[in-house]
């Protein structure tokens, strides 16, 4: 089978969300290593995890390797280019979905082992810390805005040319940096499909009692995103970055 762009986003997504859920499950499930590990290891894991599901996006395929359909959204809203669209999204939501199947599989034994339905659904899916429907909105919109600004100072040509291998590190570092400081509100999801496939796999995996997806808060994590990406993407288009 042959690289392409959509396999790259795909599978760097699925990575993405195995090591960044797989990090969120080993420190909130019962019984593991990791229990109760706090949220720098969290944040720490989420950052790794990105670092790392760039370079497998690039590998297979998929020079961008967004794994993100906010910054799709923006870099489509700042080239008026909205040709990686239909060939971006979709891979990037079947990859966090099979990334979610696969966090559960690695903690089979735990989810029996772990009683708070809430515990098991945060493996999977985003929540506030205080449930109110516009700040929790602003804080996802806010937060996309800072990584798609950060995306664009990161390969602005007023920087010069970064040296090859670099750029996905800094891409970890500057999600780090939003889940230590704008990731305590909601979890920062940041991403319509770190959010969406894998809720969607929550509702249909057969975890012991697991309880609800929490549909009624799943379309924050989706447009918030969305709103922070296409703003970012005006933003870089008009300033030129």
């Keep these: 089978m042959q690289t ?6 795909l599978i760097g997504t699925t990575v993405l ?7 969120v499950a080993n420190v909130v499930l019962k019984q593991t290593k990791g229990e109760a590990a706090g949220w720098m ?6 950052a790794f995890a990105v670092t790392i599901a760039v370079f497998v996006a690039k590998a297979f395929g998929s020079v961008d390797a967004h794994l993100n359909p906010a910054v799709t959204v923006a870099f489509a809203v ?3 280019d909205y040709n990686t669209i239909p060939t971006y999204i979709p891979a990037q939501l079947i990859g966090a979905f099979l990334g979610a199947v696969l966090v559960w599989l690695q903690y089979a034994p735990h989810w029996a082992a772990t009683p708070a339905p809430g515990d098991k659904l945060a493996c999977f899916a985003t929540g506030p810390a205080i449930r109110n429907t516009g700040a929790n909105l602003l804080s996802e919109s806010l937060a996309t805005l800072v990584l798609i600004l ?18 996905p590190y800094l891409v970890g570092v500057l999600v780090w940096s939003i889940g230590l400081s704008l990731g305590g509100t909601t979890g920062y999801a940041i991403n319509p499909v770190r959010d969406l496939g894998p809720r969607i796999a929550h509702a249909i995996l057969p975890i012991p009692g697991k309880g609800s997806s929490d549909w009624s808060y799943g379309w924050i994590p ?20």
Excluded: C, D, M, Q
């Design 41 to 46: 290891v969290i944040t720490t894991g989420w």
């Design 78 to 80: 700042a080239t008026n």
């Design 222 to 241: 989706i447009v918030g995103p969305l709103i922070g990406g296409a703003l970012g993407g005006v933003l870089i288009r008009w300033f030129a970055l």
């Design 4 to 9: 392409s762009p959509f396999l790259g986003e």
């Design 150 to 167: 950060g995306l664009a100072g990161i390969s602005s040509k007023n920087l010069g040319t970064l040296a090859i291998g670099v750029g």
């Design 17 to 23: 969300l195995l090591l960044g859920n797989g990090v």
